[in-house]
C-alpha cells in the first residue's frame, strides 16, 4: 500500500542551527514527492517538489531536499533556521496521472531563540 | 488577491444539521479537492474533481456530498453533521496540465460539532 512516513512529530531547535526533517514513502513506482508547509492557522503552502532528474531540488524560503530512492527517503533540509520557520511540515507523494495524493502527519518544528 | 478562498472560516453546528462549505478559486483551475485534517492524522482527502461536472470520492467521503456546476466553485456539503465531523476542512485546487506540480490550497474552515 502507498504510505508516507514522517516519523518525527515534534522537532526543536536554535535559531540559526541547520534542520533535517525526514520523509519515508512507500510507493510502488517513480512517485512525485513534495513538501508543504503551515503556518498556525492558515492552509499549506507547497515549499518545493520533485518528479524526475537532479535528485537534489532547491525551493522556496531556503529550503533544498534530497531524493534518494535506494532509502525511499525525501528529507527536507535548510542549513541555517529562522525564527520564522516555525510551523508544521508535511511531506506528500502523488503518482503521475491521477490527482490522489498521500499525506504524512506532519512534523511541527518549534524554534529558540 | 487569486487564489482559493473557503467560507467560513469558522462554524459550530449542532449534531444533526447541515450545512455547506464553500470554496472558490479564480485561477481557472481545473482540479479541486477537499480535504480534512484532524491531529495526528495528516490530511485525508474527501471528494475531489477533475473538472465542472465531474466528481469522484477520496479516502474518507462518508457523510459528505459535493458538486461541480463551476470551473470556480466546489461546495462540500454535510448532510447530518456528527461530533466524528469536527475537523479542519481544506480546499485546494491545481492547474490543467500540470496537476502533478501540486496544490494550491485555502486557508481552511474549522468546523465544531456538539
Known amino acids: 500500500a502507498q504510505s508516507v512516513t514522517q516519523p518525527d512529530i515534534h522537532i526543536t531547535v536554535s535559531e540559526g542551527a541547520s534542520l533535517e526533517l525526514r520523509c519515508n514513502y512507500s510507493?510502488?513506482?517513480?512517485?512525485?514527492l513534495f513538501w508543504y508547509v503551515q503556518s498556525p492557522g492558515q492552509g499549506l503552502q507547497l515549499l518545493l517538489k520533485?518528479?524526475?532528474?537532479?535528485?537534489l531540488v532547491q525551493g522556496i524560503k531556503g529550503f533544498e531536499a534530497e531524493f534518494k530512492r535506494s532509502q525511499s527517503s525525501f528529507n527536507l533540509r535548510k542549513p541555517s533556521v529562522h525564527w520564522s520557520d516555525a510551523a508544521e511540515y508535511f511531506c506528500?507523494?502523488?503518482?503521475?496521472?491521477?490527482?490522489?495524493?498521500?499525506f504524512g502527519t506532519g512534523t511541527r518544528l518549534k524554534v529558540l531563540a | 488577491n487569486a487564489g482559493v478562498t473557503q467560507t467560513p472560516k469558522f462554524q459550530v453546528l449542532k449534531t444533526g444539521q447541515s450545512m455547506t462549505l464553500q470554496c472558490a478559486q479564480d485561477m481557472n483551475h481545473e482540479y479541486m479537492s477537499w480535504y480534512r485534517q484532524d491531529p495526528g492524522m495528516g490530511l485525508r482527502l474527501i471528494h475531489y474533481s477533475v473538472g465542472a461536472g465531474i466528481t469522484d470520492q477520496g479516502e474518507v467521503p462518508n457523510g459528505y456530498n459535493v458538486s461541480r456546476s463551476t470551473t470556480e466553485d466546489f461546495p462540500l456539503r454535510l448532510l447530518s453533521a456528527a461530533p466524528s465531523q469536527t475537523s479542519v476542512y481544506f480546499c485546494?485546487?491545481?492547474?490543467?496540465?500540470?496537476?502533478?506540480?501540486?496544490?494550491?490550497f485555502g486557508s481552511g474552515t474549522r468546523l465544531t460539532v456538539v
Open positions: 510507493y510502488g513506482a517513480t512517485p512525485y
Open positions: 506528500a507523494v502523488g503518482p503521475s496521472g491521477t490527482y490522489k495524493y498521500i
Open positions: 520533485y518528479f524526475s532528474g537532479d535528485t
Open positions: 485546494a485546487s491545481s492547474a490543467p496540465g500540470v496537476r502533478d506540480y501540486g496544490y494550491t
